[in-house]
């Protein structure tokens, strides 16, 4: 992990096309501004973690499916 000390107002950038700019710090939160391609899919980590949850559900869900209609078989 990389850790860095930004000031408001300070940015850094990921690759060339993503930059996280530090647009406020109230107490012991800092509000983020976040610049990336549309197609760059940006997620609050638990959202993000939510989301793998539910898709490895409904993996699941559909191998059980098959194996159901392969016994139907």
Known sequence: MLALTRKTGDA?????????????????????????PKEVSIYRKEVYLEIQKENEEAQQISMDDVEALKNLL
């Open 12 to 36: 850094i950038m990921i690759n060339n096309n993503i930059e996280i700019t530090v647009l406020e710090v109230r107490g012991d939160q800092v509000k983020i501004g976040i610049s990336a």
